[in-house]
């Protein structure tokens, strides 16, 4: 099957779950995402078109409450995104921090993890400590990766919780407000987040060489100092 007929199904499920059960499809699809990818910018940049009245059929509710369109609504769409996303983290580093690396690696094909991907995970882990939840996070397709992988590493509960809230609002507020600013032109949006998603990685990229000649440089002082 095209790669261009798998993309097309995919966005249509999303859009089509989002359209039939607004704030709950999105909770869930992301609270998904956080385990493996569900296509988290289309989920993010459809439910902000929606909060935008872009189409007068699909409506932003809560428990009976019909959020206007509009900032109220784009809010919504984006809280509920990064809740889903930050409560499917915590489960994933509970499966990962009490099944334990054995259980990961005998059930990995069912959870996208395999032995090398684990061993990539904690190699980085251990060189950038909690900088690899937080940028994880900010980077597409690595970002659906790191909640297991930091459960069977034992990251720190609190500080993880933290960072990937962190992440993960910055990301879903980004993404629901593009689907917002774009309103029926969504598709627009969508078709252009490929390029988005190639700053995003060079941007973390960046960031990561940054820290990696602040860390060399640091070395080197402390080697010299020594001496």
């Known amino acids: 099957m095209p790669v261009a007929s798998i993309v097309s199904g995919v966005t249509d499920a999303v859009t089509s779950a989002i359209g039939d059960y ?4 999105v909770f869930l699809l992301m609270f998904v995402d956080a385990l493996f990818p569900v296509a988290s910018e289309v989920v993010m940049v459809y439910a902000g078109a929606v909060a935008s009245g872009a189409f007068a059929s699909q409506q932003v509710v809560l428990f009976g409450h019909d959020f206007a369109y509009g900032f109220s609504a784009y809010v919504a769409v984006a809280l509920a995104g990064t809740l ?13 921090r009490y099944g334990g690396r054995p259980y990961v690696e005998s059930h990995g094909r069912w959870l996208h993890l395999d032995r090398e991907r684990l061993d990539r995970a904690e ?3 251990e060189r950038w400590g909690n900088w690899a939840v937080f940028l994880g996070r900010l ?10 992988p930091a459960g069977v ?12 809230l962190a992440g993960s609002a910055i990301w879903c ?43 060399l440089r640091r070395r080197r ?7």
Not at 139 to 148: A, E, N
Not at 221 to 227: M, N
């Open 123 to 125: 190699r980085w882990f």
């Open 221 to 227: 002082v402390t080697e010299e100092s020594a001496q």
């Open 84 to 96: 889903g996303y930050t409560l499917g983290a915590i489960a994933g580093w509970a499966i990962g």
């Open 153 to 164: 590493l034992e990251a720190r509960f609190v500080r993880y919780v933290l960072l990937t």
């Open 22 to 25: 607004g704030l709950y499809a």
């Open 173 to 215: 507020f980004a993404f629901a407000g593009a689907g917002w600013g774009a309103g029926a032109s969504w598709e627009q949006i969508h078709n252009a987040s490929s390029y988005v998603d190639y700053v995003v990685v060079a941007a973390v990229a960046a960031l990561v060489a940054w820290l990696l000649v602040r860390r």
């Open 139 to 148: 980077t597409p397709l690595v970002r659906s990766f790191v909640s297991i």
